[in-house]
């Protein structure tokens, strides 16, 4: 079993930047994919951004040239640097782990930001 724990969050004005980090509770030592998605109350979960294990990485358009996902190999998985930050953006953001044979997600982070 893994946790994930995100950090990073917070409140900041529009233009602003922040870099969300998510952690393990165990070292990771292969994986499918990491990634990172959103929610707002009503709407859907979205994936924001994923790398895989080969390193490709894919973005939802709305955060193109914004945002920027990375991973490190300790047991702080991964990171979603984001800048330009817009109103739009503020969502609970969630990382997410693909272990082939099984899935973890982090109990969400909120970002708001402010126009």
């Known amino acids: 079993q893994v946790q994930l724990v995100e950090s990073g969050g917070g409140l900041v004005q529009a233009g602003g930047s922040l870099r969300l980090a998510c952690s393990a509770s165990?070292?990771?030592?292969?994986?499918?994919?990491l990634a990172w998605y959103r929610q707002t109350p009503g709407k859907q979960r979205e994936s924001v951004a994923s790398?895989?294990?080969?390193?490709?990485?894919n973005y939802v358009d709305s955060v193109k040239g914004r945002f920027t996902i990375s991973r490190d190999n300790s047991k702080t998985l991964m990171y979603l640097q984001m800048k330009d930050l817009k109103p739009e953006d503020t969502a609970v953001y969630y990382c997410?782990?693909?272990?082939?044979?099984?899935?973890?997600w982090g109990q969400g982070t909120q970002v708001t930001v402010s126009s």
């Open positions: 997410y782990l693909d272990l082939y044979r099984s899935n973890y």
């Open positions: 790398i895989s294990s080969e390193g490709s990485t």
């Open positions: 165990t070292r990771i030592f292969g994986f499918n994919v």
